[in-house]
C-alpha cells in the first residue's frame, strides 16, 4: 500500500472525516442532518477509493450513492418525516439499557475487530510475497507506463475504468446480469410497495373484501372505475 | 507532507530521540506518514462498528437505513484497499476486489429502494417511522 508525500496527509484528513461524519450520522438528532452527514461520510470514502486507485469506484460511489441513492433518503425523509424530532419531544435512541446492551457488544466488536485485523496483518506480514518497497516501486512504475495520453497531451489518464470493465465483462458477465434483474425486480417491488389503495383500485389489484370495507369507510373510492388496458 | 515539517520536529525532539519515548514518536511518525493496508482496514472497521451501533440503538427507521449503507460502504473500503495490495503484489486478478466493490453497491441501491418503499408503506399503516412502535408481530 504505502502512501506517502501528500498522498498520506489526504488519507489521515479523509479517514477521519469519514470516521466523525460516520459518528455525526448517527448521533444527529434530525434525519435531514443524518442524511447529510452521511453524504460528507461517502464522499470521504470516495477520496480514500481514489486514494487507492480505484478512480472508477470513486465516481460510481459519487454518482450513485450521494447523487441517487440519498436523493431517495432525502425524498423520503420529506415524504414521512413529522417533525417531532427536532422539536426535541421524542427519544432519538432506544430505551437505556438496550442502548447499554448494544453499546457493550459495540465496543467488545471493536476490540475483536481490530485484534484480528492486527493478527491478519501481522501474518501478511511475514508472508513471502509481501510487497517491499522496491516491489511497490517498481509495481508503480509499471503501472505508470500504462497511463494513457489525455486528449490535449498535456496530462496521463489513469486505464482504471478500462481494466474493471474488461474484467467486468469477461470474468463476471453473469453476475452481471443477475445484477441487472436484481434492479428490475427493486424496481417493479418498490412500486409495488408504495402504491395507494386508490392506485390499487384502479388498476383492479385489491381484494373485494378490502375494497368494500374500505368503500364503506370512504365513499369517493366506490367512483374509482377499473381502467385495464 | 511531514517531511516539510521534519527539520522543526526534528531540533524539537533531538533530546527526546535518544529515549524510549522519542523511539516510539519517531515510530508512530514513520507509521503515519506511510499509511499502508492496515490503516485501511483499521478506518472500514471503525466505520463498520459505527453502522452497526446505529443500527442496534436509533429508533428511527430511516436513520437504520443509513447505517446499513455505512457498513456496506465500510466493506466496500476493504475490498478496494486488498485490491490495491494484491495488485502491487503483483496479482493480475487483483481487479476482482473492484468488481466486488460494484455488486455490492448495486445491491446497496436495491436494498435502499425496497427498504424506502417498505418505510413509506408502513408510515401510511402506522403513522410511525420509529422501530419500537412497529410491533405487529410482537405478543
Redesign the interface.
Known amino acids: 500500500m504505502n502512501l506517502s508525500g501528500y498522498e498520506a496527509l489526504f488519507f489521515w484528513i479523509f479517514g477521519l472525516a469519514a470516521i466523525f461524519a460516520g459518528l455525526l450520522t448517527v448521533m444527529a438528532r434530525n434525519a435531514v442532518h443524518s442524511a447529510l452527514f452521511l453524504i460528507s461520510s461517502l464522499v470521504s470514502v470516495a477520496a480514500l477509493f481514489v486514494l487507492s486507485g480505484a478512480e472508477f469506484i470513486a465516481g460510481v460511489q459519487i454518482l450513485v450513492y450521494v447523487g441517487g441513492v440519498m436523493v431517495l433518503f432525502l425524498f423520503v425523509i420529506m415524504l414521512v418525516n413529522v417533525g417531532a424530532e427536532e422539536r426535541g419531544r421524542d427519544e432519538i435512541f432506544n430505551s437505556q439499557r438496550q442502548v447499554t446492551a448494544s453499546l457493550i457488544f459495540c465496543f467488545l466488536l471493536v476490540g475483536g475487530v481490530l485484534y484480528s485485523v492486527n493478527r491478519g496483518y501481522q501474518g501478511l506480514l511475514a508472508r513471502s510475497d509481501h510487497p517491499s518497497a522496491e516491489r511497490i516501486a517498481a509495481e508503480q512504475a509499471r503501472k505508470d507506463q500504462t497511463y494513457a495520453d489525455s486528449g490535449t497531451g498535456s496530462s496521463k489518464i489513469t486505464r482504471d475504468s478500462q481494466s474493471l470493465g474488461n474484467s467486468l465483462y469477461r470474468y463476471a458477465s453473469l453476475p452481471f446480469e443477475i445484477a441487472s434483474v436484481l434492479l428490475l425486480v427493486a424496481i417493479i417491488g418498490s412500486v409495488m410497495l408504495a402504491r395507494t389503495l386508490k392506485q390499487e383500485a384502479s388498476a383492479d389489484d385489491v381484494d373485494p373484501d378490502l375494497l368494500k370495507e374500505e368503500i364503506a369507510r370512504d365513499p369517493g373510492l366506490a367512483k374509482i372505475e377499473p381502467q385495464l388496458e | ?3 516539510f515539517f521534519s527539520p522543526t520536529l526534528a531540533l524539537l525532539f533531538q533530546e527526546a530521540e535518544r529515549s524510549r519515548l522519542g523511539e516510539m514518536f519517531y515510530q508512530t511518525r514513520a507509521a ?12 472500514g ?10 443500527v ?5 427507521i ?2 437504520i ?3 446499513i ?2 457498513i456496506l ?1 465500510a466493506a ?2 476493504n475490498f ?2 486488498f ?3 494484491l ?4 496479482n493480475p ?1 487483483a ?2 476486489g ?2 466486488f ?3 455490492v ?10 427498504g ?6 408502513l ?2 399503516n402506522k403513522e410511525t ?2 422501530v ?1 412502535e412497529i410491533d405487529l408481530l410482537k405478543w
Open positions: 507532507m511531514l517531511n503515519a506518514a506511510n499509511p499502508d493496508l492496515s490503516k485501511f482496514l483499521v478506518i472497521a471503525l466505520l463498520f462498528i459505527i453502522g452497526v451501533a446505529g442496534l440503538t436509533r429508533r428511527n430511516i436513520v437505513f443509513m447505517s449503507e455505512l460502504n466496500n473500503l478496494i484497499a485490491s490495491r495490495y495488485s502491487q503484489t503483483g486478478n481487479v476482482a473492484q468488481i466493490a460494484v455488486f453497491i448495486v445491491v446497496a441501491a436495491a436494498e435502499a429502494a425496497i424506502l418503499g417498505i418505510v413509506i408503506a408510515y401510511r417511522i420509529w419500537d
